[in-house]
C-alpha cells in the first residue's frame, strides 16, 4: 500500500509541480490525500509524509484525509500536515473524540451522515 501511494504521488506530483493555479496563495497546485483508512501505524503514516517532504510535495498537502480506519484511535496530533476525519466520524462524540486525537478538520458529507448530523 504505501509503495504503491508513493509511486502515484510522484507520478501526480512530477505533472502537477509544472503548472501554477490562480486559486491558491502560493500560486501552486494544492493535493488532497484521502488514504480511506489503509494505513495501520502512525509510523508508515509518517514513511509517507517524509516521502513527501522528499520529493517537495509536502507543503502542498492541504489535507490528509482519514489515513486510519474508524476503530484506530492514533493520535495524529504531530503530523506536519492538517489530518481530516471522515469515516470514523458518525455522532457529536466522535467528533471530539478525534479533535482530541489530533484531526483538525472533518469532512462533512450529509448525504452519508445524515442533514441533522452534520448540523450538530
Do not use: C, W
Not at 508513493?6 to 512530477?14: A, D, G, P, V
Not at 503548472?19 to 509518517?46: E, F, H, M
Not at 489530533?102 to 450538530?120: F, H, Q, V
Amino acid at each position: 500500500m504505501l509503495e504503491n501511494d508513493k509511486k502515484r504521488i510522484s507520478e501526480i506530483h512530477n505533472i502537477a509541480k509544472n503548472y501554477t493555479s490562480p486559486y491558491t496563495k502560493s500560486g501552486k497546485i494544492l493535493y488532497y490525500l484521502d488514504a480511506n483508512g489503509q494505513y495501520d501505524t502512525l509510523d508508515r503514516v509518517n514513511e509517507l509524509v517524509s516521502f513527501l517532504k522528499e520529493i517537495g510535495a509536502l507543503d502542498r498537502v492541504i489535507l490528509l484525509e482519514e489515513p486510519f480506519d474508524e476503530f484506530n484511535e492514533v493520535d495524529v496530533s504531530s503530523l506536519p500536515v492538517r489530518v481530516v476525519a471522515d469515516e470514523s466520524v458518525h455522532s457529536e462524540v466522535d467528533v471530539l473524540k478525534r479533535i482530541k486525537l489530533g484531526y483538525r478538520a472533518i469532512a462533512l458529507k450529509p448525504i452519508a451522515k445524515t442533514l441533522s448530523e452534520t448540523l450538530k
